[in-house]
Structure formats: structure tokens, C-alpha cells
């Protein structure tokens, strides 16, 4: 009963710009990490930048200094900030989320998003 929808993808041009979003919803207690990762056709997927709790941030290198991760807790919501976009940062961007439920398990449990297509191309 817990959702992650990711918004703001689409198609970007070279030196350009994207935002997205991911909004968790459902029966949520609290949140913990969230983080931003990506997936290349034929590649692993990666962490592209993450958020504590407490706003600690960390990047993959090639997303430092383009890329800004930022989180709304009262919206409960995660935003991955993109520019100076390349055509190498085409892939399907994934939203995760550590999540503690209401009248659920002590720990937390991570989740994901459906992903959402990023395609930067001249």
C-alpha cells in the first residue's frame, strides 16, 4: 500500500535541463534515505545521489556539480535537480525510498518507483 510515482522526465536537450520528482504515498509513518539511481540499456544500474534523513547528500562522480538532490518531508516528496544535462545521462531514472509503515515492521523497507525515461539528445 506504499507508492513511489516518479514525474518530470521526458526529452532534454544538451546543456539543458530536467527536474523530477518522486512523491511516496500510502499508509507511511516515516521516511529515512531516498536516493536517485539509473539504469542504461545493457549497463548495471546505478546511484546517481542520495539524501539522508538529516539531508546529507552524496553524488555518483559524473552527477557532481550538475545534479542536486533535495527532499520535502512534509510532502513527502524526493527531487533530483539535472543540468547540464549530456546525452550520456539517458536512461530510466528510478526512485527509492526507505520507508517505516504505519502498524508495520521496526525497521525500514525499501521501495521503488516505476521509473521514468530521461532522454537528452540534440
Known amino acids: 500500500q506504499v507508492q513511489l510515482v516518479e514525474s518530470g522526465g521526458g526529452l532534454g536537450q544538451p546543456g539543458g535541463s530536467l527536474r523530477l520528482s518522486c512523491a511516496a504515498s500510502g499508509s507511511i509513518f516515516s521516511i529515512n534515505a531516498m536516493a536517485w539511481y539509473r539504469q542504461a540499456p545493457g549497463k548495471q544500474r546505478e546511484l546517481v545521489a542520495g539524501i539522508s534523513n538529516g539531508d546529507n547528500t552524496n553524488y555518483a562522480e559524473s552527477a557532481k556539480g550538475r545534479f542536486t538532490i533535495s527532499r520535502d518531508n512534509a510532502k513527502n516528496t524526493v527531487y533530483l535537480q539535472m543540468n547540464s544535462l549530456k546525452p550520456e545521462d539517458t536512461a530510466v531514472y528510478y526512485c527509492?525510498?526507505?520507508?517505516?509503515?504505519?502498524?508495520?515492521?521496526?525497521?525500514?523497507?525499501?521501495?521503488w518507483g516505476q521509473g521514468t525515461q530521461v532522454t537528452v539528445s540534440s
Open positions: 527509492n525510498a526507505y520507508i517505516k509503515e504505519v502498524r508495520g515492521m521496526l525497521y525500514y523497507t525499501p521501495y
